[in-house]
């Protein structure tokens, strides 16, 4: 299937084999352990735990003695044994062509890919979708434990081809770069097969660049799916990341298509969560989503019975009776899901004095609590000054950690209350991340007022984004005054710089936008 449903489903199924195959490994190697504890040449064991090693950068040959630029002649045939290389193409034009390479490294990398002195073969990938690929012995066995002990150990099996079923044939290509060519080339629709692969063969600083990736990558989106595979993988750190990301865009990562992705332990870990920032509704509605889906895995039809079936227990992990009582009447009581008793159970709950046992949790889920960063020291007002006449408030920031801007905080009428028409507007290099229009009252003290995105936006370390608000209203309000170009919230280091877009007169020094709120 080339559609991107497609794609997903093919991707949760190669790792459902996951455990299975890990399983398979590990009895593999035990039996090796054994033979070779008999030996006076101990080899290391073929599964054992990645560590990520800290080291100085190493200068390579190439970058010591930088060669001068071949001659057009050589610069021809360079380019026809890297096009070979990525042909898989076993012709050499040239006698010589070891001279073309100054480093070792550079004629190590020529062998990638190519059946010049191959001594041995893979057929990667599932019985229908396999590739032939080429390798040398000696080049896999100093990048990988599990090669030298495929190839060089006691137990060591002298086959020509090798099959390898469970890895995809460009994830094990990413990895045979890394070895032969030491270049990490990684792409978003293969990178967590290419870290499977990283981790079977245990090539520890390949599997350490695809975490890495990954957390890059990491969004509301793929963050579901990207923790079921994070705790198959017992990557720790990207597990914490996932989470961050599914708290504070809690809703976005529900209602997004890998959600229904997951499998089941990954779900009941989710509805579990109690910092989940979400409506119970928009919970309830994506449980009943992964039904639906589950129910098309398993070959189910996907009435409401088999719904309940493959939700089990986890039903119960929706704090239905925590939802406002409009969204329960209107939206779980009407969805089928619930039996009857259950349903006048829960209105019981909304209602009556004596409130009934109930399975469900009815305890509210904590959520996150918000932070403020207030970037001016002290506020004022003026006769004749703050005045905005649609024009734009806009300043620009950074942080040194991600977080995720919920929203601003705003200065109101400095002439008793009134209501604000505000326009919110939050940017990066240009592109609008995230905007809304919305009104809020101000009761004429000099408090800041909070004006909420639809949704928290995520907002990457060290790059500075764009905060802008048109106001509308009561002309005269209170303003900023001694604005700070740096401010410690926390753990969270925010940085301040103007805005070209500012038209009003708003600044580091002064003027709106006093408060950012956001979740860390």
């Not at 370390?461 to 608000?469: G, I, K, L, N, R």
């Amino acid at each position: 299937m080339v559609d991107e449903k497609g794609k997903n489903m093919k991707c949760l199924t190669f790792f459902l084999m996951l455990p299975e195959t890990v399983k398979s490994r590990s009895k593999k190697s035990s039996k090796k352990g054994n033979s070779s504890s008999s030996s006076n040449s101990k080899l290391p064991p073929v599964c054992y735990e990645i560590i990520t090693l800290k080291t100085k950068k190493k200068k390579m040959a190439a970058d010591i003695f930088p060669r001068k630029k071949p001659a057009n002649t050589n610069t021809t045939a360079v380019q026809q044994y890297h096009q070979q290389n990525l042909n898989n193409n076993n012709t050499i034009p040239a006698p010589n062509w070891q001279g073309l390479y100054p480093t070792i490294r550079e004629r190590n990398a020529v062998m990638f890919n190519n059946d010049l002195m191959a001594d041995v073969h893979f057929v990667v990938g599932p019985p229908g979708g396999t590739q032939r690929l080429p390798g040398h012995k000696y080049v896999l066995a100093v990048g990988s434990s599990v090669f030298h002990a495929m190839f060089y150990g006691e137990l060591a099996e002298d086959k020509d081809e090798i099959r390898i079923p469970d890895v995809e044939p460009a994830a094990f290509l990413a990895m045979l770069k890394y070895i032969y060519c030491d270049e990490i080339d990684l792409a978003a629709d293969t990178v967590l097969a290419t870290l499977y692969a990283a981790k079977k063969y245990i090539v520890p600083h390949l599997a350490r660049a695809c975490v890495n990736f990954l957390e890059t990558s990491l969004s509301a989106k793929n963050a579901c799916v990207l923790l079921s595979q994070s705790c198959l993988f017992e990557e720790p750190d990207l597990t914490q990341r996932c989470w961050e990301v599914i708290d504070a865009q809690a809703e976005l990562a529900l209602k997004s298509e890998g959600f229904c992705d997951i499998d089941f332990q990954t779900l009941e870990s989710i509805l579990r969560r109690e910092t989940l920032n979400a409506k119970e509704i928009v919970v309830f509605e994506a449980a009943l989503n992964w039904a639906e889906v589950e129910c098309q895995r398993q070959e189910l039809t996907a009435t409401i019975e088999n719904k309940r079936k493959v939700l089990g227990k986890a039903l119960y992990l929706i704090r239905i009776p925590t939802m406002a009582l409009d969204d329960f009447a209107n939206g779980a009581a009407q969805s089928g899901i619930l039996t009857l008793n259950e349903t006048n159970d829960i209105f019981l709950w909304y209602t009556a004095a004596k409130k009934p046992e109930l399975q469900f949790v009815s305890k509210p889920r904590k959520g996150l609590v918000p932070q403020r960063c207030h970037r001016f020291q002290s506020c004022a007002y003026r006769s004749n000054q703050w005045r905005y006449r649609g024009r734009c408030d806009s300043i620009q920031f950074a942080v040194d950690k991600r977080v995720f801007i919920a929203g601003f905080g705003l200065y109101g009428s400095s002439c008793g209350s009134a209501e604000y028409s505000a326009k919110i507007e939050l940017k990066r290099q240009g592109v609008i991340l995230g905007q809304n229009l919305s009104k809020y009252f101000s009761d004429g003290s000099s408090n800041t007022f909070p004006v909420w995105f639809e949704y928290p936006v995520q907002i990457e370390p060290d790059t500075f984004y764009t905060a802008s608000v048109i106001l509308d209203g009561n002309e005269l309000s209170y303003f900023g005054q001694e604005g700070m170009t740096e401010v410690q919230c926390g753990k969270v280091t925010v940085q301040f710089q103007c805005s070209s877009d500012s038209t009003n007169g708003t600044g580091v020094q002064g003027g709106q936008i006093p408060e950012l709120i956001f979740y860390a």
